[in-house]
């Protein structure tokens, strides 16, 4: 499985803009980047994916650097519905068609 | 439209019997994936099913076991249960196979085992 590396928690204050960072730098060409999030009780919940372009969705929008070694979630608006584990994972073209996630980032927003 | 349902959200088992957990997958939806996620391990993948057939299986013992429907409702089973099955099982279902189809996932099932 691809690997990526993110921080392990990050703050934020209600209604500011976050920002969440994802490493992939062994990730291959045809590899998509998918982000989920896990509210506390929750199953997690699908986000948004891309493959080389920018993305927008009604949640979130996903930057992907030109050599798409790196990513960034971007919540415009943080609410305190917000606050939740974001898992940044890789599929790959192996057909293997399972998530590997792997630790996320703790996203606490601060009322 | 409904979500992925699971049943039941709770059970308490005793070590040593079997149980099998339910899955209804969104409606249309073909492929079903189980995950099973516990504070040490974290979110661990169990096995995937598409079109009644496993695609992929987990590095699970062969005590954890599942199958699909002709309806795309999937079924798993633990055998044998040890105290290290207390986890939440949570199933999971996609339009598609392949890289570029997102996953719902449901609230999971709690299982306890004494």
């Keep these: ?111 | 439209k409904a979500g992925v349902t699971q049943t039941p959200r709770y059970l308490i088992k005793t070590r040593g019997q079997q149980v099998t957990l339910s899955c209804s997958p969104i409606s249309g939806h073909r492929s079903v994936s189980w995950y099973q996620q516990t504070p040490g391990q974290g979110l661990q993948f169990l096995f995937e099913y598409f079109s009644e057939t496993q695609r992929n299986k987990g590095n699970f013992p062969g005590r954890f076991s599942g199958r699909q429907f002709s309806n795309s409702r999937s079924e798993m089973n633990v055998s044998t249960l040890e105290l290290g099955d207390s986890a939440l099982y949570l199933c999971a279902s996609s339009l598609g196979a392949g890289r570029d189809y997102g996953y719902t996932f449901g609230s999971g099932t709690r299982l306890t085992v004494v």
């Design chain 1, 1 to 111: 499985d691809a690997k990526t590396t993110q921080p392990n928690s990050m703050e934020s204050n209600e209604e500011e803009p976050v920002h969440l960072p994802c490493n992939h730098s062994t990730i291959s060409g045809t590899d998509y980047i998918h982000w989920y999030r896990q509210l506390p009780s929750q199953g997690p919940e699908y986000v948004i994916h891309g493959l080389t372009s920018n993305v927008n969705n009604r949640m979130a929008s996903l930057a992907i650097a030109e050599d798409r070694k790196s990513s960034t979630l971007i919540l415009h608006r943080a609410t305190l519905r917000d606050a939740a584990v974001y898992y940044c994972i890789l599929r790959d073209r192996t057909g293997a068609n399972n998530l590997f996630f792997g630790t996320g980032t703790r996203l606490t927003v601060i009322p």
